[in-house]
């Protein structure tokens, strides 16, 4: 079985957003966002629905106007009915102030407001609409999470800083006097929220960007210099692999680092594409990093010119699918299933070596070789299947193994 990381987290304070704890010491957190109009209160219950069901431990929604907000009670209430317990966090710019104020039970509902200091007001306006906020987390006990966004920084305080950088004798450049900006703006804010009363254990911070290296550098600094807890996000990732291997690399980096408290990888779906696959890429670079488990791994060979049967790779792509449909059942029934590791190999070459490492792989025939396929079992080879039902009585040994 997979154990997990030793990599130690750094020391945030734990913030509780609903019954999900961030940060302190807790495994950190999988959430996930919407992207229908939350006004809809059908489609959102969905799509809700969905990333909870794929893993989504935190969901965020857009609350955006006066008909978002009147919607979140209800998408709450049916979500209650339906059994689907996880935390709501609200998406406020402009506008937050107002519609908490306005929309009776709107607090109640979310668990946590997300803010963005670079929009909450401007100038003389700004503290007492972000006051407003500040009271309604308090009066309701909800988390608040001052999460800053390289497209919507504070332009006042980047200016100034940008004024300061250039009377300096040693200039920055000026990306780096953009990440001083934002750093500024999110901590100056959390600390002004303290100031109004909001304990620091229910405050998160996030300085999101779109670049990797400025992600990780702002996130380095911002974890040396205070010990919020801490919500990681490339944002604007992008589609398809460029999102996925951007956020794993930019969030993996800092997770080893052991900075940030929850992820979001904030992927943009293909038209009409599937809004669950940002949760499990997420629960995925967690897992192959060896922070946490959420399903049994499957490791599969590349397979290359010792494969030329499709053998090999429609028993990897079985196996894989099995185990995704039996997990509802499995988690319930064999706890602990999700650190199994599977290994599934298309050669001699590497297949026995690499399947002694796993709990159970098998060592598939490659071109040339004998039609037999080595089964190990923690590490020792247990049995040789034959003949047209290996996947079948692989699936078999797979099930035995986890029965026992
Ligand atoms: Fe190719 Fe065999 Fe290596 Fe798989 S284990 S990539 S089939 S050489």
Redesign the pocket.
Known sequence: MIRASSVPRGQTVGVRVGAVMVGGGAPVVVQSMTNTDTADVAATVVQIGALAHAGSEIVRITVDGDEAAAAVPKIRARLDRRGVMVPLAGDFHYNGHQLLSDHSGLAEALEEYRINPGNVGFKDKKDRQFGIIIEMAMRHGKAVRIGGNWGSLDQELLTSLMEENARSKRPLDARAVTREAMLRSVLFTATRAEEMGLARDRIMLSAKVSGVQDLIAIYRELARRSDYALHLGLTEAGMGSKGIVASSAAIGILLQDGIGDTIRFSLTPEPGGDRTLEVKAAQELLQTMGFRNFAPLVAA????G??TSTV?QELARDIQTWIAASMPVWRKTYPGVERLKVAI???????PG?SKHADIGISLP?TGEQPAAPVFVDGRRAVTLRGPMIAEDFKTLVQDYIRK
């Open positions: 060979c590349p397979g290359c010792r494969t090999f190999m298309g050669c001699i070459v590497n297949g690499e490659g």
